[in-house]
């Protein structure tokens, strides 16, 4: 009998090294290689396309980046972008789901319609914005002057006092809808018998959201705030279809700044270096992360 | 046991397959990748896709053609080449050229080009706009000039001469604007365009972005020079009164090719220097760009007439698995049949032009026609777009502007020369 065990444990043990062994060669394949390489890369002179560009850099690249003039206003705008962009979609998605949650006729139709621009890809909806608010054929622009609202048309992306505000709006309008489903499930899970007791005490709608909805939403809220700002702060592509980071750098953030170095100086090491840095940043963000929902855990938990 | 090993190794089995089906298929020998711009579905692109499916199966090759826009087209080389996976045949620009050079991607074709028939129909100005270092780095598959190009309705309503210095531009001002409510002068302030206009107006003050020195290599030497240097700033100058004068869309500043060919061909703007592909918006924009005239374009009192002539080089990448017929097919392109089939006025060769404005008008000003030093463009073309914009967005001095673009330049061409192939 203890043979058989033993060898049912080694089988068992076998068989879950197999099972694992393709998550494994993806994980080390496409996350752990190219990782470990932007770290030595941070560290080595490294051209994209010239391999005679070789050996030990220090902390050279690390030097280049810091020292760069658009490093400082990009860390900058990163910080405006995400913080901006996270905080919008926060507000908007709550609100709209509060509103999807009310039992009105055609609820099925506005959930539904709700979450038609998290469907539009980046591209798509980057490229349609960009028509939408162009000063010359834009449709914006012409109703705005049409109602007299403004008296010559906005330059919303290439005015540097507008660019960055309006990219944040434009990525809140596509993102909201994932921020508002999360909520209105939450929300769906909220026992219906809390609100009755929060009524039966006198409560009001507002206290009844701030008292008992809010304080259910605070673990999806918790995961989806923090998620989405490190999705945010590395995102590329939103802002390089509208913008590539103009007007005059007003909205490069820090990925841009990487693939510039990487793609138009073809310098790897900077770009390398600069990952780094980002690397870190958003490591951080989990580390306070990480110990939010711990202490929120241990509240839920007593 | 066996079952669940089975399961295992299946599941290895079907992801070990997955991986590799993510890797390249690999180019069999007769096979050639072929990175073409051309816009779908205008003359150029239904012109000439029949004819490379006709070479391709005259000559016993399969080719894949692949089209992007130039900007593209660059970043993919890069990427491409970082990755040992270059395509054979590739429509470039000019201001790759050194770039490409310096990082060893080009195929010498010289042999090809002395053994081309149409070779001796090409201008000289044209055959050494795609030489470097004594060698041919490319055929050239569409050959323009830059021209000063006027809705003559337009200027007519408001009552304005076609200006043909820049004191002669900035005194119109915003009277075309103001009678007929489309912007006067035309400007390119980012963009792959945006250098090829800048570098005409310096030619004009008979500067230039690097100067060759005794050694071979490129400098610029406007901080040298207080000369060059008060030249330089007048030219940026220029673009700050066009801007505050009304003559140019207070837009323009962050306007791409995009947008300038736009605004041109619907008539939101009067006058605009550019390339005659535009001849194509006949076609798209009919109502708007039947008044249109072709011009020199204007230039500084005292300066000199000038504009860019920009012959597009059909690279042959190195390392191509089928060299022989991607030079093949390269030349091809550049051939009488193909040129008059789909570069019709738009050709290095004398026998793929007409007698229309867009030809006869255009090639008028071949003899004022400058190039790009042979440098590597990458970085300097993104310095000059940040010059441009220290003065029309963040008004900075013309002169503070010229200097550090002087700076910013030789710093590129130092960094560049660091990391070359050589």
């Not at chain 1, 860390?75 to 709209?96: D, P, Y």
């Not at chain 2, 002395?114 to 490319?138: E, R």
Request: aromatic share 12%.
């Amino acid at each position: 009998m203890r043979v058989g065990a033993v060898s049912r444990e080694t089988s068992n043990k076998r068989f879950m090294t197999l099972a694992l062994l393709p998550a494994w060669v993806f994980i080390i394949g496409l996350i752990g290689y190219p990782l470990v390489m932007v770290l030595i890369d941070a560290f080595s002179n490294a051209h994209l396309v010239n391999a005679n560009v070789s050996g030990f850099a220090g902390l050279d690249n690390f030097d280049k980046v810091v020292s760069d003039p658009h490093f400082g206003p990009a860390a900058a705008n990163t910080a405006v972008w995400t913080v901006g962009s996270v905080l919008g979609e926060f507000v908007i998605g709550l609100g709209a789901a509060l509103l999807l949650n009310a039992k009105v006729r055609g609820q099925g139709f506005f959930r539904v319609a709700a979450f038609i621009p998290w469907l539009v890809p980046i591209v798509v909806a980057g490229m349609t914005w960009e028509w939408i608010l162009n000063p010359d054929f834009g449709i914006l622009n012409s109703l705005l002057v049409q109602w007299g609202l403004v008296e010559a048309p906005i330059n919303f992306l290439g005015d540097k006092s507008w660019a960055m505000a309006t990219v944040i709006v434009v990525n809140i309008w596509r993102t909201f809808p994932y921020y508002a489903i999360t909520f209105l499930a939450a929300m769906q899970a909220i026992p219906g018998e809390l609100y009755e007791a929060a009524s039966i005490d006198g409560a009001g709608a507002f206290r009844r959201f701030w008292h008992v909805t809010m304080p259910q939403l605070r673990s999806p809220a918790l995961i989806i705030v923090f998620v989405h700002m490190i999705w945010t702060a590395v995102n590329f592509d939103f802002i390089w279809v509208m913008t590539q980071g103009g007007p005059n750098y007003a909205t490069e953030t820090l990925p841009i700044m990487i693939y510039r170095y990487s793609m138009q100086q073809f310098d790897v090491g900077a770009a390398s270096a600069l990952s780094t840095i980002m690397l870190v940043a958003t490591t951080l963000i989990f580390v306070v992360y990480y110990r939010y929902r711990r202490r929120l855990s241990d509240e839920m938990v007593g | 046991m066996k079952k669940k090993l089975w399961m295992a190794g299946a599941i290895v089995a079907t992801s070990t397959l997955a991986l590799t089906g993510c890797s390249g298929s690999g180019n069999d020998d007769k096979t050639i990748e072929l990175w073409t711009s051309w816009s779908e579905g205008e003359s150029t692109a239904t012109a000439l896709k029949p004819l490379i499916e006709q070479w391709a199966d005259d000559n016993g090759y399969t080719v894949n053609q692949s089209n992007f826009t130039y900007d593209q087209i660059h970043e993919k080389l890069i990427a491409s080449a970082a990755g040992g996976n270059l395509p054979d045949v590739v429509w470039g620009l000019p201001e790759y050229i050194g770039e490409f050079d310096q990082l060893g991607l080009l195929e010498d074709v010289s042999a090809e080009w002395d053994d081309w028939d149409d070779a001796a129909n090409v201008s000289d100005a044209v055959k050494d706009a795609l030489t470097v270092n004594g060698k041919q780095i490319g055929f050239p598959y569409e050959t323009t000039v830059r021209a000063y190009l006027v809705h003559d309705d337009i200027l007519k309503e408001a009552g304005v001469e076609v200006p043909e210095t820049w004191d002669e531009v900035l005194a119109v001002g915003s009277a075309v604007e103001d009678a007929t409510g489309s912007t006067f002068y035309g400007v390119t302030g980012t963009g792959v365009r945006m250098p090829q206009e800048l570098v005409v107006y310096l030619a004009q003050k008979g500067l230039s972005i690097a100067e060759e020195q005794a050694d071979g290599t490129y400098t610029n030497t406007w901080n040298d020079n207080p000369d060059e240097l008060a030249a330089a700033a007048e030219v940026f100058q220029f673009y700050s009164d066009l801007v505050e004068s009304g003559a140019a869309s207070p837009n323009s500043p962050t306007y791409g090719w995009e947008e300038t060919d736009d605004t041109f061909a619907t008539g939101l703007n009067a006058t605009f220097t550019v390339g005659n592909w535009l001849a194509e918006r006949e076609e798209s924009n009919p109502d708007t760009m039947g008044d249109v005239s072709v011009h020199p374009i204007p230039h500084p009192e005292g300066g000199q007439p000038a504009t860019y002539l920009e012959s597009k080089p059909m690279f042959v990448m190195a390392g191509s698995d089928n060299v022989d017929g991607a030079k093949a097919l390269a030349r091809e392109f550049a051939s009488e049949e193909w040129q008059k089939a789909g570069f019709m006025d738009r050709s290095a060769l004398p026998a793929a032009t007409s007698d229309s404005k867009w030809s006869k008008d255009f090639n008028a000003l071949l003899d004022t026609g400058i190039v790009f030093p042979p440098i590597a463009m990458g970085q300097v073309t993104q310095d000059m777009q940040d010059s441009l914009a220290m003065v029309l967005q963040d008004g900075d001095s013309p002169e503070d502007a010229a200097a550090w673009l002087g700076d910013a330049i030789n710093s590129a061409i130092e960094e560049s020369a660091a990391n070359s192939a050589e």
